[in-house]
């Protein structure tokens, strides 16, 4: 192996193109391969390991009971197979046939998690790489969505704005659909909020923001609009890499360390997308969803700017009735054209998300609640983008009567 | 451990906010730290492992003699160190004091390539994931200017035009100097083209364009201008995850598979920026450069639209004179602004370089040929690009009277 990388590094450097024929051992390996009943084949080459295993949200997963003392609670750890190896090293695992959805997975050598080196693909969670692969089982379920195809695409930009607020430059990535460029119409606007320790990378990186848009957009199924991901977390202008003094990520929950609250520096983000780009203007137009934080920060936003928000999605992630009755009356006195709830039976979120679903029953203005199944992870929030994307910017929905109107709700709750 | 995942696990996904003081054994290591005597320290929790290394191209190289048969060649293969393993199962190498650089690196664990899973910063080149760490040792050295400083920032745009030559959508990357979203002024544009198993992210991704420029403009150094990063094979009309059909990179060199070479599409590409970004257009403000491949595709750029580009700039990449006498004798005839020729002094490409340089030299037009330590590799790319773009859209230079003009040449050649 000594006597090979060197000529391997020599080609691929020096000689880059006669270096396709000149990989090596190893690289011909071909993993994660989907197969035709897919199932996916794992390969990893490595002689030396007494055990190789992969881990990752394709397997079923292993409930796990954790003593905290005071209870004991379940948890759904991620599950884990066993490699066999061959004669050559090769170390193989294939999976049971999979449903249509973007997996992430990484190897376990010898107990050490490590990349394969066979796939390019992965993705950033916070601070935690893993490998990635799409597979689509058939057409139009989740797994085809998040893939890229044949369908026209749009401008995904990493913008500098300035936030008087913030006193700083920040960083934001915006979604412009395919045509934006082109043409001189107006778009309508969503405004898509990260998690705790996520960035403005995050949506479009791990959510898939602009695969699921292009591939909605070219269906008829959601409306042309522009996404605009900025960064949540009032300590950080940018991700980790692209600013100055935000090197390794951590779970940076903007409440924690002060109490600037999103709603005094989005309109900051607000004025520069309306400056900056063709927006449609006013509440009909206007959509803000978040994940987690970012659900917590979307439901701020609604009760800070009632008038704003015509759509409001909240992802594994709700604003407290206690205290914000009054702000919610207002919120209801606009006749929110979508309030969407989405959570995982398996999150702990989901308990507020039913009160705040049964609290907006009573106001007589139905908010809609999807409860899917698992926890609090991102193959829940591409698809909750999936559904919200598709109910936005649509003609206004005719209501039921209300039953009834917030102004007795606020004195009763007073 | 075992016990300790699932619990850190949870606290990551379910509880956010107080997972910080949580993460656990082994989160809290630091690696790379870049200590004050510009020493960088790595670090690696792994109790099991029996030898851990770590490879990169801060470590001084090793040459190592291969044999080919019919001829001996030395290759400076990357250097390699020993971490030494502590009683906490950390294993733990600081280098010697670095000049400001950005770095690779990745550590072999037994003999087996492992990521740092401390540090989260890492780039892709072609198929191969690495570690990286920047190093500003002085201010203004390389690393300065490859970091990102409180300067204003411009924008990043993954963008997708049409190319009626090549028949589909292709995307590439543009970047717009600050202040560009504000203004109405043009800017001069710089064509920036990737080598063998590149696409349009590795100029932003591996180059630090955007970082390089944002830098040079703020200073003064450059002038501000618009970068536009194609993708520039062929049959790739994205990078790999982008585009539907290109999944795992290889070294695809666009000559290797075909005869349509970059100067048929390149029009779409200009026809594009042209109309869709305020361009100053025109040979005084238009550059063409690559790297490797890159180089070998703007040197015929320029032949084959002498009156296109007034800079041009080929890094590690040049084209023939033979057979192209009469067509560098048309990039002569309108007085290239600069013709820039930068290599590495171990670089298979610099023979070639220099008879360019000569040939330049004899007919009168003075090419600049920057000669560097090292090879084909990326740590040149960057800093030929920050030489090359502080020269770009200069006054128009007052030439020496040219020793011949191309007329007599070229009969000469003839």
């Known amino acids: 192996m000594k006597r090979f990388l060197?000529?391997?590094?020599?080609?691929?450097?020096?000689?880059?193109?006669?270096?396709?024929?000149?990989?090596?051992?190893?690289?011909?390996?071909?993993s994660s391969e989907i197969n035709p009943d897919h199932s996916v084949t794992f390969r990893y080459q490595n002689p030396k390991a007494k055990v190789v295993q992969v881990t990752g949200d394709f397997l079923p997963t292993r409930p796990i009971e954790i003593d905290l003392g005071e209870r004991v609670i379940i948890y759904d750890a991620p599950g884990v197979a066993d490699l066999k190896?061959?004669?050559?090293?090769?170390?193989?695992?294939?999976?049971?046939?999979?449903?249509?959805?973007l997996y992430s997975y990484s190897f376990l050598v010898d107990g050490k998690k490590a990349m394969d080196p066979s796939n390019v693909h992965q993705n950033r969670d916070v601070a935690t790489w893993t490998n990635i692969f799409i597979l689509s089982a058939q057409p139009g379920d989740k797994g085809w969505y998040y893939g890229v195809h044949n369908v026209p695409h749009g401008t995904v930009s990493h913008v500098w704005y300035e936030s008087a607020t913030l006193n700083s430059q920040r960083r934001m990535t915006v979604y412009t659909p395919a045509g934006y460029e082109n043409g001189t119409q107006s778009y309508p606007v969503l405004?898509?909020?990260h998690g705790s320790g996520g960035d403005e990378d995050a949506w479009s990186d791990l959510g898939r923001t602009a695969q699921i848009m292009d591939n909605l957009i070219a269906e008829g199924k959601a409306k042309p609009m522009i996404v605009v991901m900025p960064n949540g977390v009032w300590f950080n202008q940018a991700a980790p890499g692209a600013a100055v003094d935000n090197f390794q990520p951590t779970m940076a929950n903007s409440r924690s360390q002060s109490t600037i609250e999103i709603e005094e520096s989005f309109p900051d983000v607000m004025q520069f997308v309306e400056k900056h780009y063709r927006v449609s203007k006013g509440y009909a137009h206007t959509a803000v969803a978040g994940l987690s934080m970012g659900g917590r920060q979307s439901c701020m936003l609604s009760l800070h700017y009632p008038d704003t928000f015509g759509y409001v999605g909240l992802f594994s992630g709700v604003g407290t009735i206690e205290g914000n009755e009054q702000a919610f009356a207002k919120v209801f006195a606009y006749e929110p054209k979508l309030y969407w709830i989405g959570c995982g039976k398996a999150d702990g979120i989901m308990e507020n998300s039913r009160r705040l679903k049964e609290w907006f029953d009573f106001q007589g203005f139905?908010?809609?609640l999807y409860e899917s199944e698992g926890g609090h992870i991102w193959r829940n929030w591409r698809e909750y983008l999936t559904i919200f994307a598709q109910q936005l910017f649509r003609a206004p929905q005719q209501r039921k009567q209300p039953v009834r109107r917030y102004t007795s709700a606020v004195s009763e709750v007073d």
């Open 6 to 30: 060197p000529v391997i590094l020599f080609l691929g450097l020096s000689l880059a193109a006669s270096a396709q024929q000149a990989l090596g051992p190893g690289s011909g390996l071909v």
């Open 85 to 101: 190896e061959g004669p050559d090293g090769v170390w193989t695992y294939t999976s049971a046939p999979l449903e249509g959805e």
């Open 191 to 193: 405004y898509l909020l």
């Open 366 to 368: 139905p908010a809609t």
